[in-house]
């Protein structure tokens, strides 16, 4: 059974930065793709950030050159550096993995099938 439990979270002012940590359990951690996902509140959920096992990145239009995705497969984990924060920043930031090995650093939810239960990220103005 995949279990991934997100940390970091936290409450920051704009122009701060955070660290999301997201340690996975249950399978090889090094083939797989993994995501960053976030829902703010009254909204959808929307992709971050994703890595693949080649160390591929992608990322949102709406993060790029402010958030970085990295993973250390010795520890099975998953970062997001996620620095200049904004209020528009604040959402549940969701860990996600697909079933998928050696896939592409995709944004879409869909291929993703595994879920963290998520950790707050609040940016004050």
């Known amino acids: 059974q995949v279990q991934l439990v997100e940390s970091g979270g936290g409450l920051v002012q704009a122009g701060g930065s955070l660290r999301l940590s997201c340690a996975a359990s249950?399978?090889?951690?090094?083939?797989?793709?993994m995501a960053w996902f976030r829902q703010g509140p009254g909204k959808e959920r929307e992709s971050v950030a994703a890595?693949?096992?080649?160390?591929?990145?992608n990322y949102a239009d709406s993060v790029k050159g402010r958030f970085t995705i990295s993973r250390d497969n010795a520890k099975n984990t998953v970062y997001l550096q996620m620095n200049s924060l904004k209020p528009e920043d604040t959402a549940v930031y969701y860990c996600?993995?697909?079933?998928?090995?050696?896939?592409?650093?995709?944004?879409?939810?869909?291929?993703?099938?595994?879920w963290g239960q998520g950790t707050q990220v609040t940016v004050s103005s």
């Open positions: 890595i693949n096992w080649s160390d591929s990145t």
């Open positions: 996600a993995t697909s079933s998928a090995a050696y896939a592409g650093p995709l944004l879409q939810s869909r291929p993703y099938d595994y």
């Open positions: 249950g399978r090889a951690f090094s083939r797989y793709p």
